[in-house]
């Protein structure tokens, strides 16, 4: 069955409504599971989520800011704010019908439209009601599959399936482990992951993440058996540290190739660094060794390159290679870059604008 997003947002509140209202009369000031807010608090950052997306996609906010107060209800009783979802939801609901398609709003992990808000509002409002009852020592909450299938497939490309949808999206925001997958200590969704033909996708290694990968972790993705890489690790630990000096730029930084048929990541992509003063940046890549030969690494560039030139004031792609590696080469001509020159054992590439495809 195809879930709509508005009919996800209505059967995700009326489930978690359902679930707390039938836990309102437990001492909701204990901590909700896996978090430092009580379950009260938890409860009033659902509220405060739903208010908030459903004003970013009205309005179609481009930045940080919100032109509302956030709701707080410090002394209200359980039951209260439990109300409070159930009417937050309905507003979230609204602002989802009443959208266009074409309607984008910026999230801290990327600019969504509104079937996307209305995943998150689904995440929210699951994973939420999830914590505070384990938080009061209720154990029994499990949305139906089709809700959790809904959020994983919009906002979670990176996770493999095979387990019970639940399991799966608890897996994948750092509470449950999977298999034989390790719990996440960092984890974030992908509203607007950038799309490199039929066979991967790229997720953006946020500072957070690349800190983590740099440090020997995961990064929040699956990595297939011989991953990752150390020129991932090495490029992930620099977005962190452009971070830390304050010249990080979102997506000008490195990407994690996932592939979409196992969901496993199984490369890495990207940029070493935003655009210079002409308008240049460097791409590079690597790809685990397992799946080399195999073409995934043209379609990543591929796809990266076009993100690229849809960004303002991009005039052309560098890339630099060892002069006997001749598959990177042939996936830089493939992708389109054209030999500048060479020296210091390395042939140098470059894309311009104009001469790839938007």
Request: charged letters at 20%.
């Amino acid at each position: 069955m195809t879930i709509t997003g508005t009919h996800a947002i209505d059967r995700a509140v009326s489930l978690t409504v359902q679930a707390l209202r039938a836990a309102a009369h437990l001492d909701w000031s204990v901590p909700a599971a896996g978090l430092e807010w009580s379950c009260h608090e938890t409860a009033v950052h659902v509220v405060n989520d739903f208010i908030v997306y459903g004003a970013r996609i009205t309005e179609r906010i481009a930045d940080g800011s919100t032109p509302i107060e956030r709701y707080t209800a410090p002394g209200a009783a359980p039951s209260v704010v439990v109300d409070a979802i159930e009417a937050a939801g309905r507003k979230l609901t609204a602002a989802v019908s009443a959208a266009d398609p074409d309607d984008r709003a910026w999230h801290p992990y990327g600019t969504s439209d509104a079937d996307g808000f209305a995943a998150m509002g689904v995440v929210e409002t699951l994973l939420h009601t999830h914590d505070i009852l384990e938080g009061l020592g209720v154990q029994d909450f499990e949305p139906e599959p089709e809700l959790c299938e809904h959020a994983l497939d919009r906002l979670f490309p990176h996770v493999p399936r095979g387990a019970a949808p639940w399991t799966a999206l608890l897996w994948a925001t750092g509470r449950a482990d999977l298999a034989d997958l390790p719990r996440q200590t960092v984890w974030r969704w992908y509203a607007d992951p950038v799309p490199a033909g039929d066979r991967v996708v790229l997720c953006a290694i946020s500072p957070e993440l690349g800190a983590d990968l740099a440090a020997g972790g995961t990064g929040g993705f699956a990595w297939s058996e011989d991953g990752p890489f150390d020129g991932t690790r090495a490029a992930s630990g620099m977005t962190a540290k452009a971070y830390e000096e304050g010249t990080y730029r979102p997506g000008w930084g490195p990407y994690a190739v996932v592939r979409t048929h196992d969901r496993r990541a199984i490369g890495g992509i990207g940029f070493h660094g935003a655009p210079d003063a002409d308008g240049q940046a460097e791409v590079g890549y690597d790809l685990v060794p397992s799946a080399r030969g195999n073409g995934y690494a043209t379609e990543a560039l591929r796809g990266l390159t076009a993100w690229a030139f849809g960004q303002p004031g991009l005039t052309a792609l560098r890339a630099s290679v060892d002069e006997g590696n001749d598959p990177s080469h042939a996936v830089l001509r493939r992708a389109g870059f054209e030999r500048t020159g060479a020296g210091d054992g390395a042939v140098r590439y470059a894309l311009r604008s104009g001469s790839v495809d938007q």
